[in-house]
Nanobody, 126 residues
Framework: QVQLVESGGGLVQAGGSLRLSCAAS?????????MGWFRQAPGKEREFVSV????????YYADFVKGRFTISRDNAKNTVYLQMNSLEPEDTAVYYC??????????????????WGQGTQVTVSS
């Protein structure tokens, strides 16, 4: 069982930055998984934000990221990060990290992911 815990969310003004963290607890080693970030705004479906393969060699982003977000991982610390810059009110959502056993696939569909964190709220004020 993989347990993931997100942190780093909060309230920020438009144009500001936040850094989200996703830590795996227990005897989980995220080096065995591709790790993704997703978000879900009220009344909307969960959507893909970014993914990083297990070694960190490949990263992919949703088009709306537009170079504003950066995903990274530190397998020694069992943690994945999402650096979010130039935040916009449209980025307001609950952000979730997720683990995918298909460590090289870099998939974008939430249904393909095996484990999820509880989410962290990001609110961007205008």
């Amino acid at each position: 069982q993989v347990q993931l815990v997100e942190s780093g969310g909060g309230l920020v003004q438009a144009g500001g930055s936040l850094r989200l963290s996703c830590a795996a607890s227990g005897r989980t080693f995220i080096s065995n998984y591709a790790m993704g970030w997703f978000r879900q705004a009220p009344g909307k479906e969960r959507e893909f934000v970014s993914v990083i393969t297990s070694s960190g060699g490949s990263t992919y982003y949703a088009d709306f990221v537009k170079g504003r977000f950066t995903i990274s991982r530190d397998n020694a610390k069992n943690t994945v990060y999402l650096q979010m810059n130039s935040l916009e009110p449209e980025d307001t959502a609950v952000y979730y990290c997720a683990a995918d056993r298909a460590r090289w696939a870099a998939r974008r569909d939430p249904v393909d992911y095996d484990y999820w964190g509880q989410g962290t709220q990001v609110t961007v004020s205008s």
